[in-house]
């Protein structure tokens, strides 16, 4: 069992930056894969960021390409979303997302894989 808390989401005009934090707690952090997804409203959840166990290996959502980077600190327990060049299309509920698998090397995307969540925090941009 994993307990996942995000945190540092808010209100930030477009184009600007903001970071969200994902503190886990509970298990050994470099065992799981970990993720970003967001879903706004009337839409379904999208994949955003992945990172493998290592953080050697990185993955993006076509939308958030070039824009975010994801990152982790295991010795902190914490994977990180750092947001630029926000759009109002970003607004959204952002939620972390922990797989299980102390022995892989890569990155997942689909959410059905993750085996826990975070309760969401919300990014809004404004136009």
């Known amino acids: 069992q994993v307990q996942l808390v995000e945190s540092g989401g808010g209100l930030v005009q477009a184009g600007g930056s903001l970071r969200v934090s994902c503190t886990a707690s509970?298990?050994?952090?470099?065992?799981?894969?970990m993720g970003w997804f967001r879903q706004a409203p009337g839409k379904e959840r999208e994949f955003v960021a992945g990172?493998?166990?290592?953080?050697?290996?990185?993955s993006y959502g076509d939308s958030v390409k070039g824009r975010f980077t994801i990152s982790r600190d295991n010795a902190k327990n914490t994977v990180y979303l750092q947001m630029n060049s926000l759009r109002p299309e970003d607004t959204a509920v952002y939620y972390c997302?922990?797989?299980?698998?102390?022995?892989?090397?890569?990155?997942?995307?689909?959410?059905?894989?993750?085996?826990?969540w975070g309760q969401g925090t919300q990014v809004t941009v404004s136009s």
């Open positions: 509970g298990r050994t952090f470099s065992n799981y894969i």
């Open positions: 990172i493998s166990r290592s953080g050697g290996i990185v």
């Open positions: 997302a922990a797989d299980y698998r102390p022995l892989s090397a890569f990155v997942v995307a689909i959410s059905s894989e993750y085996d826990y």
